[in-house]
């Protein structure tokens, strides 16, 4: 049974960035898409990007490029995401989810049936 | 952006009830090329990530009860959950997964009356 795993909760100033962790635990995620969402406190829910680890692509979100870089290792399954130019509107759980299409996942988007439990990513002076 | 709109914004159904949630998108989510809808609803309990329930606008995700269904084509959907459960209070949300940016509803509450 594949259980995403995410780092901890994080508490960083403005400006600084914060790097937050997704690994597939119990399996690979060499046929699927990694899909990061994020929710500001009380609000809904808001896709940021993902990244195809089997094609080494990724897509963002316009809001966040620039400031945002999704990699990822197929050795250890795991997946990253990193935010950078921290400010205050940042501060939100921050979820990977699962985006189960194969070979589909270069030429399509999908759904996402499997989500992380999320990290909380805390900006504050 | 395709702008995803849901309403009502919250509903309170009696138990045993049905419930039903409306999504309508600014342009249509439905590819003509394999004639799905690129339309998928979640789930989310307090203090829990979301959790998949309906894609392709009506493909019930395995694990689902069958009280929760998903129905409507092109711009307009629906979620219907009959006989409202207590383990059914969450917030529901739409999203379109047919071109970047994905975007989501808003959400909508469903409580017991």
């Known amino acids: 049974q594949v259980q995403l795993v995410q780092s901890g909760a994080e508490v960083k100033k403005p400006g600084s960035s914060v790097k937050v962790s997704c690994k597939a635990s119990?399996?690979?995620?060499?046929?699927?898409?990694i899909t990061w969402v994020r929710q500001a406190p009380g609000q809904g829910l808001e896709w940021m990007g993902r990244?195809?680890?089997?094609?080494?692509?990724?897509n963002y979100a316009d809001k966040f490029q620039g400031r945002v870089t999704m990699t990822a290792d197929k050795s250890t399954s795991t997946a990253y995401m990193e935010l950078s130019s921290l400010r205050s509107e940042d501060t939100a759980i921050y979820y990977c989810?699962?985006?189960?299409?194969?070979?589909?996942?270069?030429?399509?988007?999908?759904?996402?049936?499997?989500w992380g439990r999320g990290t909380l990513v805390t900006v504050s002076s | 952006d395709i702008v995803m709109t849901q309403s009502p914004d919250s509903l309170a159904v009696s138990l045993g009830e049905r419930a039903t949630v409306s999504c309508k998108s600014s342009?249509?989510?439905?590819?003509?090329?394999?004639?799905?809808?690129?339309l998928a609803w979640y789930q989310q309990k307090p203090g829990q990530p979301p959790k998949l329930l309906i894609y392709?606008?009506?493909t019930r995700e395995s694990g689902v009860p069958d009280r929760f269904s998903g129905s409507g084509s092109g711009t307009d959907f629906t979620l219907t959950i009959n006989s409202l459960q207590a383990e059914d209070v969450a917030v529901y949300y739409c999203?379109?997964?047919?071109?970047?940016?994905?975007?989501f509803g808003q959400g909508t509450k469903v409580e017991i009356k």
């Open positions: 989810a699962r985006d189960d299409c194969g070979a589909d996942c270069y030429s399509t988007w999908w759904y996402f049936d499997l």
């Open positions: 119990g399996g690979t995620f060499s046929n699927y898409a």
């Open positions: 990244i195809m680890p089997l094609f080494d692509k990724t």
């Open positions: 342009q249509t989510v439905f590819y003509n090329t394999n004639s799905k809808n690129y």
């Open positions: 392709w606008a009506s």
């Open positions: 999203q379109q997964y047919y071109s970047s940016p994905l975007t």
